[in-house]
């Protein structure tokens, strides 16, 4: 599974698309781009797999966001206390 900032990066990428999908421009620049706007004009279940794939993104998110992070137990003299490990 990746990771929340994996996931999170998907769910950028992935809204990015589906705004130009949209509106033809993009969301950050405002330039035009025509290439993916033809795209998914011809193919409008296109569109609505890449907004399932923001939805599903999300939900992800949440999900991962909800649980808490993994610890691990660490000795120290003897007695054991949780732990939390840095990245």
């Known amino acids: 599974m990746p990771s929340l900032a994996q996931l999170r990066d998907q769910l950028r990428n992935a809204k ?3 705004h130009i999908a949209h509106t033809g421009k993009h969301p950050v620049s405002g330039k035009e781009d025509t290439m993916i706007f033809e795209m998914y004009k011809k193919k409008p279940e296109l569109v609505r797999q890449a907004e399932e794939n923001v939805v599903a993104l999300e939900s992800a998110i949440r999900a991962k966001e909800s649980k808490p992070r993994k610890t691990r137990k660490v000795k ?8 939390r490990r840095h990245m």
């Not at 120290?76 to 732990?83: A, D, I, P």
Request: hydrophobic residues 20%; charged residues 35%.
């Open 16 to 18: 990015h698309i589906v």
């Open 76 to 83: 120290k003299g003897g007695r054991t206390r949780r732990h």
